[in-house]
């Protein structure tokens, strides 16, 4: 199940992360919005309800260099392949 839960949270926190962060400033501010956005889902969501999910992942913000990864990781088992033939 996803959610949008906690989106505004992410917005208004957004100014701290980016593009420009070290790796420490990047974690704790993703530590600081999972914890907000937690705090979020208890208002929103009954308490039956959360202790039925098993996990709750708040994913981190992409950085500019993501595309170039994802390209690559898709890209080259197709180019190895071809390759070989």
Do not use: C, W
Not at 21 to 42: C, F, G, M, P, V
Not at 49 to 71: A, M
């Amino acid at each position: 199940m996803t959610s949008n839960v906690g989106s505004s949270v992410i917005e208004k926190g957004g100014h701290r992360i980016g593009f420009d962060l070290d790796y420490d400033e990047k974690d704790n501010s993703h530590n600081r919005i999972k914890s907000l956005i937690t705090q979020e889902l208890k208002q929103y969501f009954r308490p039956e309800f959360l202790n039925k999910l098993d996990e709750k992942i708040v994913f981190r913000q992409l950085t500019k260099h993501s595309p170039y990864y994802v390209l690559i990781s898709k890209y080259s088992p197709v180019h190895q392949a071809q390759t070989m033939y």
